[in-house]
């Protein structure tokens, strides 16, 4: 029943009509069951092509929304990861710009070595 309640107002509505319509004319007490068997059966078949149609339709937008969701999350993953990444390689130029600083700065305060016999290199 929870998937079906567009197809059941629209058969009880066509059968209230169909009621209405045969005690407005004066019908027959026959008549008016016939006419509103034949009322429900049809508009029970029209309430469940229209539920149908109407569930497929909800059933494609559920699934663009979840798309959509899923394309924006892995856009946002993606610029978490690219953001990420350039503070790794900011961080490693800055890390590289300290060291070659300090290797300059250790040949700059560097002793003369001597070699073997004592004489400068």
């Known amino acids: 029943m929870k998937e079906k309640p567009l197809a059941i107002v629209?058969?009880?509505t066509?059968?209230?009509v169909a009621c209405i319509c045969c005690i407005l004319r004066r019908a027959g007490l026959l008549k008016t069951?016939?006419?509103v068997l034949v009322s429900l059966i049809v508009f029970?078949?029209?309430g469940l092509?229209?539920?149908k149609i109407y569930m497929s339709i909800k059933t494609e937008v559920e699934e663009r929304i979840k798309e959509e969701a899923r394309l924006e999350e892995e856009?946002?993953?993606a610029q978490l990861e690219e953001e990420r990444r350039r503070e790794e390689e900011e961080?490693?130029?800055k890390n590289g710009?300290?060291?070659s600083q300090s290797e300059e700065d250790d040949w700059a305060n560097a002793e003369p070595s001597e070699g073997e016999n004592g004489e400068e290199l």
């Open 33 to 35: 069951l016939i006419a």
């Open 10 to 12: 629209i058969t009880l």
């Open 49 to 51: 092509i229209v539920n």
């Open 97 to 99: 710009a300290e060291d």
């Open 75 to 77: 856009a946002r993953l």
């Open 91 to 93: 961080e490693l130029l």
């Open 44 to 46: 029970m078949i029209i």
């Open 14 to 16: 066509g059968g209230l």
